[in-house]
């Protein structure tokens, strides 16, 4: 199945310092593509792939679970931990929790983490349902596009398969587990007005994990996509000076050349 244009994943060969960036739930790379291209050109070496069942159409997605998802951003982790000295992860919504999983599972070989509306829980009545719902219904109201700037729009699926959606709910409920065990240094940043992911997600992930080295950042202009929102600006300035504070190899001497590789697949 073709990739939907504009959804390829991003690669680019930087500096020794590495930073992983994991999309959302039914979104996919291109909600996240104008961050990697900003890390790139600050000689950053960036990783941005396209998760299993993502960016062709919702149905391959049903098909598709959360260790799928994981696998895919484990085999991007290690690729960077082969060519840098220093890996940060980073992630929108479900993408922060890949995010956290990582770092629950590769410890110390997570040099931070970098999140943005992570999401910890399937909220709503509805999500009770999932167990029952998934077999009598394929798929239900889409939920992408979530941002306050005009004329923008999110490359993701219309429509959320149920199957996929309860595999969603049960990786949440692994990753939320193993909090405590995220002990590495921490940047999370949250809109105030998300209509996606409410802001306690991001309080229970400040309560629950281990880290000593917490920054918190409120978003006041954008809605849950941020990174293609009024305040993607500042993600991306605040996310380089956390990687300038905790890579000691890393040294920002200005803009270089960003052309990294996209491919369909």
């Known amino acids: 199945m073709p990739v939907i244009a504009g959804a390829e994943p991003y690669r680019h060969e930087g500096g020794a310092t590495g930073v992983l960036l994991c999309h959302g739930f039914t979104g996919s790379p291109q909600s996240l593509r104008p961050w990697a291209a900003y890390l790139a050109a600050r000689g950053l070496s960036v990783s941005l792939p396209l998760l299993p069942g993502h960016g062709t159409r919702w149905q391959d997605l049903q098909v598709t679970g959360w260790e799928d998802w994981y696998?895919?951003?484990?085999?991007?982790?290690?690729?960077?931990?082969?060519?840098?000295?220093?890996?940060?992860?980073?992630?929108?919504?479900?993408?922060?929790?890949?995010?956290?999983?990582?770092?629950?599972?590769?410890?110390?070989?997570?040099?931070?983490?970098?999140?943005?509306?992570?999401?910890?829980?399937?909220?709503?009545?509805?999500a009770h349902a999932l167990p029952v719902a998934r077999h009598l219904l394929p798929s239900t109201k889409g939920i992408v596009s979530d941002i306050a700037k005009e004329g923008v729009e999110?490359?993701?699926?219309?429509?959320?398969?149920?199957?996929?959606?309860?595999?969603?709910?049960?990786?949440?409920?692994?990753?939320?587990?193993?909090?405590?065990?995220?002990?590495?240094?921490?940047?999370?940043?949250?809109?105030?007005?998300?209509?996606?992911?409410?802001?306690?997600?991001?309080?229970?992930?400040?309560?629950?994990?281990?880290?000593?080295?917490?920054?918190?950042?409120?978003?006041?202009?954008?809605?849950?996509?941020?990174?293609?929102?009024?305040?993607?600006?500042?993600?991306?300035?605040?996310?380089?000076?956390?990687?300038?504070?905790?890579?000691?190899?890393?040294?920002?001497v200005g803009l270089v050349g960003q052309e990294g590789t996209a491919s369909g697949g």
């Open 71 to 126: 696998a895919e951003v484990d085999r991007a982790f290690a690729e960077l931990r082969e060519r840098c000295a220093t890996v940060v992860v980073a992630g929108l919504s479900m993408g922060g929790a890949l995010a956290l999983r990582l770092a629950e599972r590769h410890g110390d070989a997570v040099a931070g983490l970098v999140l943005v509306n992570p999401a910890l829980k399937v909220h709503g009545l509805a």
């Open 154 to 252: 999110e490359t993701g699926y219309t429509r959320v398969p149920l199957h996929a959606a309860h595999s969603l709910r049960r990786f949440f409920r692994i990753v939320d587990r193993d909090l405590p065990r995220v002990e590495r240094p921490l940047l999370l940043l949250h809109s105030a007005t998300d209509h996606v992911v409410p802001p306690v997600d991001s309080a229970r992930v400040l309560a629950r994990v281990s880290s000593a080295d917490t920054t918190e950042v409120v978003l006041e202009h954008s809605h849950h996509v941020a990174t293609l929102d009024h305040d993607a600006d500042r993600i991306f300035a605040e996310s380089e000076s956390f990687v300038a504070r905790i890579a000691p190899e890393y040294a920002h």
